[in-house]
């Protein structure tokens, strides 16, 4: 949700000095299992401006989609994978290339950061997770709401929503660079190609195909909703589902045509969608609803109407856990954390955060083993363990903390958002 909605009462609830941390259990944690080794997942190198090179497009991946692993995409039902993509590495887990620390060499040098943009401050902390304290907090444009990776995972984008710009950050130094004019760039996505970024311009209406290279305008589309934030790309990456958190409206659209190729409303009264994430088999996407106070359980390629999971007061982001079993759903209105597990679609806790809090946007570890999410109303960021969902921390930032970045996590490449990482 834009930080403009937040309470003037919430953004003043931060009284601890952001030097200060509370560190309430440092126990050793067990490792999460790891599932089958990457056989077959030799890293495609990006060119420095976010895009595949010349190398890895057109009859080269064409071969490579033909290859054991690219026939991985018949085992999944996916049909032909959008030209330039890099296939799947698993016949049944989009995250094969997630697992713990199982990292690029674009991204093995970089130092372990949380990245927190707080938007009602214009700033950005950077944040240990060694010692679970802000080490630099620097200033950006007006009102950041995510950071980003981009595709090739070498830069960090901040996105100034309204100072209409995107910060670069250099994740080897942490250090902001020049901005670069892009307008109402609430959110930030990449095609799975790699050839275009898109901004969910909220403000604008307008989903924005850009250049990933340089910025610049391809195509602006009009949303038909209000309120564009959050997405995910189909396994084969030829559609996306974004979710319209102010008209309650689903989109579904044509990566490759840039159009939007159907439209639906969510069955429940003033409903907000939020985060979009699919399921490790491709064959469900879920979809947090604040006001329905769940997550709509969905299938992409019908795209009929979903069904709704409650989960807890203000469900928000999702995220995927290092071994692909479980979706860590946070629920920002009641301050806990919900497990599903994927292999039966059922809750199988709940994590709740002492003393309350409202976690909303974050991302999990390089080691799976500490959930990281941003305390939208609290001006702190939490630290929750992926063994038993203890409180491991809660770090004082900012006001309005919102899409947080752990970085570096594993993977090949990122569709973008705070870390959709494949």
């Given at each position: 949700?834009?930080?403009?909605?937040?309470?003037?009462?919430?953004?003043?609830?931060?009284?601890?000095?952001?030097?200060?941390?509370?560190?309430?259990?440092?126990?050793?944690?067990?490792?999460?299992?790891?599932?089958?080794?990457?056989?077959?997942?030799?890293?495609?190198?990006?060119?420095?401006?976010?895009?595949?090179?010349?190398?890895?497009?057109?009859?080269?991946?064409?071969?490579?989609?033909?290859?054991?692993?690219?026939?991985?995409?018949?085992?999944?039902?996916?049909?032909?994978?959008?030209?330039?993509?890099p296939p799947p590495l698993s016949a049944t887990d989009l995250y094969a290339a997630d697992r713990p620390d199982a990292l690029s060499p674009v991204v093995r040098g970089f130092p372990a950061r949380i990245y927190v943009p707080n938007t009602l401050s214009d700033t950005v902390s950077v944040i240990d997770p060694a010692t679970y304290k802000v080490i630099e907090t620097f200033p950006v444009g007006h009102e950041p709401q995510h950071v980003v990776p981009s595709w090739?995972?070498?830069?960090?984008?901040?996105?100034?929503d309204l100072g209409n710009d995107l910060t670069p950050l250099d994740p080897a130094t942490g250090l902001p660079g020049r901005p670069v004019d892009v307008h109402d760039p609430y959110n930030l996505y990449f095609?799975?190609?790699?050839?275009?970024?898109?901004?969910?311009?909220?403000?604008?209406?307008?989903?924005?195909?850009?250049?990933?290279?340089?910025?610049?305008?391809?195509?602006?589309?009009?949303?038909?909703?209000?309120?564009?934030?959050?997405?995910?790309?189909?396994?084969?990456?030829?559609?996306?589902?974004?979710?319209?958190?102010?008209?309650?409206?689903?989109?579904?659209v044509d990566t490759e045509t840039m159009r939007i190729v159907a439209k639906q409303r969510l069955p429940y009264p003033g409903s907000m969608p939020q985060d979009v994430k699919?399921?490790?088999d491709g064959k469900v996407w879920y979809v947090a609803d604040m006001v329905a106070n769940g997550v709509w359980e969905l299938n992409g390629d019908t795209f009929a109407t979903p069904t709704l999971l409650k989960t807890g007061a203000g469900a928000h982001g999702l995220y995927v856990s290092r071994d692909s079993k479980d979706l860590y759903i946070s629920n920002r209105g009641e301050g806990s954390v919900s497990v599903l597990d994927f292999a039966t679609g059922q809750l199988v806790?709940?994590?709740?955060?002492?003393?309350?809090?409202?976690?909303?946007?974050?991302?999990?570890?390089?080691?799976?083993?500490?959930?990281?999410?941003?305390?939208?109303?609290?001006?702190?960021?939490?630290?929750?363990?992926?063994?038993?969902?203890?409180?491991?921390?809660?770090?004082?930032?900012?006001?309005?903390?919102?899409?947080?970045?752990?970085?570096?996590?594993?993977?090949?490449?990122?569709?973008?958002?705070?870390?959709?990482?494949?």
């Open positions: 949700m834009p930080s403009s909605r937040v309470s003037a009462s919430a953004s003043a609830s931060a009284s601890s000095s952001a030097s200060t941390v509370t560190v309430l259990s440092r126990r050793r944690l067990l490792p999460l299992s790891a599932l089958a080794a990457l056989a077959g997942g030799s890293l495609l190198l990006a060119s420095a401006c976010g895009a595949p090179s010349r190398s890895q497009t057109g009859q080269e991946l064409d071969a490579r989609a033909s290859s054991p692993a690219g026939r991985t995409t018949a085992a999944l039902g996916l049909g032909a994978l959008l030209p330039g993509m090739d995972l070498k830069t960090l984008w901040v996105n100034d095609t799975p190609d790699g050839r275009y970024a898109v901004v969910m311009a909220s403000n604008d209406h307008a989903l924005v195909f850009r250049d990933a290279h340089t910025m610049k305008v391809v195509k602006s589309v009009p949303s038909q909703c209000e309120g564009v934030n959050h997405a995910d790309f189909s396994p084969n990456g030829r559609y996306f589902i974004v979710s319209c958190e102010f008209s309650g409206d689903l989109l579904k699919i399921s490790p806790h709940k994590w709740r955060i002492p003393g309350g809090g409202s976690p909303d946007m974050g991302g999990v570890s390089a080691d799976g083993k500490v959930l990281w999410l941003s305390g939208r109303y609290n001006s702190e960021v939490y630290a929750m363990s992926t063994e038993d969902g203890h409180l491991i921390a809660r770090i004082p930032v900012g006001n309005g903390p919102h899409g947080l970045c752990v970085y570096p996590q594993p993977g090949r490449y990122s569709l973008g958002h705070t870390g959709v990482f494949r």
